[in-house]
T-cell receptor, first 115, second 109 residues
């Protein structure tokens, strides 16, 4: 049982380059999230999805796009990377059952550096 | 606006007890979570409180007072492996999690 898997784990980009982070979960969760984590700050929500084919903006969506074509996958795209997007990115998922604790399951993180 | 406050860093001694506080102001409340995050790793779930009171789980306990917008995480019999950051998060009325910046706990022998 892999849980939540993110690829790639590490990436270095030049300003203006594009890339896609892939998140895959095998727990049949409806909800999926992309966060970024920066030193001294809490996890900040970039985009999220409440089900296949649906996405919504979070707290810091600018410069990012997402897609949820399959229930198990949630892609995060950077169309034109900027140094301000240097961060650690975490994908997470949870069950839609609100009677549940709503516990989030996280991937291992993707460390992105934009030069 | 919505805000979660917790101390930036705390130091404690192996074998001792430490209490990490969290205060919050959010739009609605659907529960408070504590997560543990070791350096370079993903956060992992520790506890969930939605009603006032103390929830105990082994060496870890979590307390909630909704009227005061306050929670704490109590760690007993500290071990070196407890050195980590502890993240407080509140689920708001839209079922979105609002995160604190985390408390880095340093355990000394």
């Amino acid at each position: 049982n892999a849980g939540v898997t993110q690829t790639p784990k590490f990436r270095v980009l030049k300003t203006g380059q594009s890339m896609t982070l892939l998140c895959a979960q095998d727990m049949n969760h409806e909800y999926m999230y992309w966060y970024r984590q920066d030193p001294g700050m809490g996890l900040r929500l970039i985009h999220y999805s409440v089900g296949e084919g649906t996405t919504a903006k979070g707290e810091v969506p600018d410069g990012y796009n997402v897609s949820r074509l399959k229930k198990q996958n949630f892609l995060l795209g950077l169309e034109s990377a900027a140094p301000s997007q240097t961060s650690v990115y975490f994908c997470a998922s949870r069950s839609e059952d609100r009677g549940h604790t709503g516990e989030l399951f996280f991937g291992e993180g993707s460390r992105l550096t934009v030069l | 606006g919505q805000n979660i406050d917790q101390p930036t860093e705390m130091t404690a001694t192996e074998g001792a007890i430490v209490q990490i506080n969290c205060t919050y102001q959010t739009s609605g409340f659907n529960g408070l979570f504590w997560y543990q995050q070791h350096a370079g790793e993903a956060p992992t779930f520790l506890s969930y409180n939605v009603l006032d009171g103390l929830e105990e789980k082994g060496r870890f306990s979590s307390f909630l007072s909704r009227s005061k917008g306050y929670s704490y995480l109590l760690l007993k019999e500290l071990q070196m492996k407890d050195s980590a950051s502890y993240l407080c998060a509140v689920m708001d009325s839209n079922y979105q999690l609002i995160w604190g910046a985390g408390t880095k706990l340093i355990i000394k022998p």
